[in-house]
């Protein structure tokens, strides 16, 4: 009797491809955020909705590396007030890394960790038009400007121009700045339509900028 011959199906086996192309477009709104107010929403919404990207992300600094450093409240108070603000938005999202890490928040350095925690995502930097002007004193510039895609938004007496790649983005433009309202807050003046109500409460719950 013939010996039957069992034949093993062959299984070839394939690999995960991967695909040099990011998936997402993610925008880094950074700032200390001293208190967040519809500027900084308005901002956000505006790249976000004239890139199409698929979020944007506000990003509150720990220490400021700028050369006229603001003293800012306790990180979690900012944090606070930042999930007051876009916890609504489902295209909007808080990244605190920064916050975390603690000490001078150096936007190479956070880049750096990102970018190599979410290989899968391009980054949008959202800088003012103030901020452009200081683009050559950034530390290692010339290695960040790699790694994201810098966005900048009009500001009152900034002109639109620099040495680094910047994908300019027409935004309405505000006075309103953090600055303005603790003075306003100090002062006893009120702050109604420059942040959302939320914010506003919280403030007055926590007694915040008050001295």
Known sequence: MEKQRVITPEVQVFSKVEFDTPQKRVGILGGTFNPPHFGHL???????????LDQVLFMPDNIPPHVDHKDAID??????MLHLCVDDNPKFGIEDYEIKRGGVSYS???MKA???????NQYYFIIGGDMVEYL???REI?????LVQFVGV??????KCSQYPILWVDVPETEISSTLIRQKVKNGCSIKY???DAVEQYINEENLYRD
């Open 136 to 138: 050559p004193k950034w």
């Open 154 to 159: 009009g500001r009152p007496g900034f002109h």
């Open 42 to 52: 308005m901002i956000a919404d505006q790249v976000q909705s004239q890139l199409g």
């Open 75 to 80: 990180a979690r108070h900012r944090l606070k």
């Open 194 to 196: 420059l942040v959302p």
């Open 114 to 120: 990102l970018t190599k925690q979410h290989p899968e």
């Open 142 to 146: 010339d290695e960040l400007v790699k």
């Open 108 to 110: 190479i350095d956070t």
